[in-house]
């Protein structure tokens, strides 16, 4: 079993750091790189969500954890984050039947989470948002 993780701010230049993270992790545990575009794109989300609307704040940015394991076959990243108690998990799913102009925004991409995702979870504990997001990726 392998771990990595990480600290830092919010602020939306700090999500270059946050992807290369994430891809230092994929090249160290040898994981091809086609399998890596599932958290790519989750965490990219995960991330932007916390920096647009993660505090009514913005001198104070929320921190932000990332945490990588690998298990086997299985990869889990924890996403945290101390920005305002929400759990995305509770919007409704967004109507896909709407003509694209005409549809709500937002909710998109934690549709896209869940459905990439073998494993999708939410919690708020200690004063973070924590998402755990999981997936086998049939190389272990």
Request: net charge negative; aromatic share 8%.
């Amino acid at each position: 079993m392998s771990e990595a993780s990480i600290e830092l701010g919010s602020e939306g230049e700090k999500l270059e750091e946050v992807i290369n993270f994430l891809q230092e992790f994929w090249r160290a545990e040898g994981l091809p790189e086609e399998t890596a575009y599932p958290f790519t794109l989750s965490l990219e989300e995960l991330f932007v969500n916390v920096s647009m609307h993660g505090t009514t704040d913005a001198a104070h940015p929320p921190r932000v954890k990332v945490s990588l394991r690998r298990d086997g076959d299985q990869v889990e990243l924890v996403f945290s984050d101390q920005g305002t108690p929400f759990d995305p998990l509770s919007l409704p799913p967004p109507n896909l039947s709407d003509d694209i102009d005409e549809r709500q925004v937002g909710g998109l991409g934690i549709f896209l989470i869940k459905e990439m995702m073998d494993e999708v979870e939410y919690r708020h504990e200690d004063g973070w948002n924590c998402m755990r997001i999981a997936k086998r990726i049939g190389d272990g």
